[in-house]
């Protein structure tokens, strides 16, 4: 069975930077599109970033220029750099295989909490 991983969330200033990781158990890690979502108290599940297999990305705007989804298949793990970090960021960050499907994979998430 497939499992997704996340880690490297935690707290962080606003203005500071952090990077997750989403290491994903199997093989054809390399044939799958892959994802960030993040769900904040009190909302729903909202999309981050998504990487192709052929490293196209696409980000929400509330990111852009900010946040970079990255992929490094022979470890098959994605990765989310998040820099500038606002307190609006603040979610718990789910890894995400597929492209939005009933087929997809999700972890069980990681805490990003940017506060003073």
């Known amino acids: 069975q497939v499992q997704l991983v996340e880690s490297g969330g935690g707290l962080v200033q606003p203005g500071g930077s952090l990077r997750l990781s989403c290491a994903a158990s199997g093989s054809s890690f390399a044939i799958y599109t892959m994802g960030w979502y993040r769900q904040a108290t009190g909302k729903q599940r909202e999309f981050v970033a998504r990487i192709t297999p052929s490293s196209n990305t696409n980000y929400a705007e509330s990111v852009k220029g900010r946040f970079t989804i990255s992929r490094e298949n022979a470890k098959n793990t994605v990765y989310l750099q998040m820099n500038s970090l606002k307190p609006e960021d603040t979610a718990v960050y789910y890894c995400?295989?597929?492209?939005?499907?009933?087929?997809?994979?999700w972890g069980q998430g990681t805490q990003v909490t940017v506060s003073s």
């Open positions: 995400n295989r597929g492209a939005g499907t009933a087929f997809d994979v």
